[in-house]
């Protein structure tokens, strides 16, 4: 199981938890949820429900890792899988994206 805070503009807007490859699930935070002046994270993970579930990594978030040779590059470079598309995103999003929208790994202990 991995996870990653995800913040938007630097505030803490939920969570991202990847149980297997084929379950994802991102849940608001209360605060972040709260606030009328936030805006959502996407179009498909819309305020109007605390927590979003998927067989897929949702697209606001794939969409976020590099493409083609880029993507070659990155993997080579942080020896991760091409196709290890939370761990690219952990790896590169936390400083280096386009956007909003930076994540940040938890830890397990």
Do not use: C, W
Not at 11 to 17: F, S
Not at 76 to 95: F, M, N, P, W
């Amino acid at each position: 199981m991995r996870k990653a805070e995800v913040y938007n503009n630097g505030i803490l807007a939920g969570l991202l938890i990847e149980d297997n490859q084929r379950h994802y699930s991102f849940q608001y935070n209360e605060r972040y949820l709260a606030d009328p002046t936030l805006p959502a994270i996407s179009i498909q993970l819309s305020k109007s429900n605390p927590m979003y579930q998927s067989k897929f990594l949702f697209p606001v978030f794939s969409n976020m890792v590099a493409e083609g040779a880029n993507l070659a590059i990155q993997s080579r470079y942080l020896k991760i899988d091409e196709k290890d598309v939370l761990g690219l995103l952990i790896a590169t999003a936390g400083t280096d994206s386009i956007g909003s929208i930076t994540l940040k790994p938890i830890e397990e202990k």
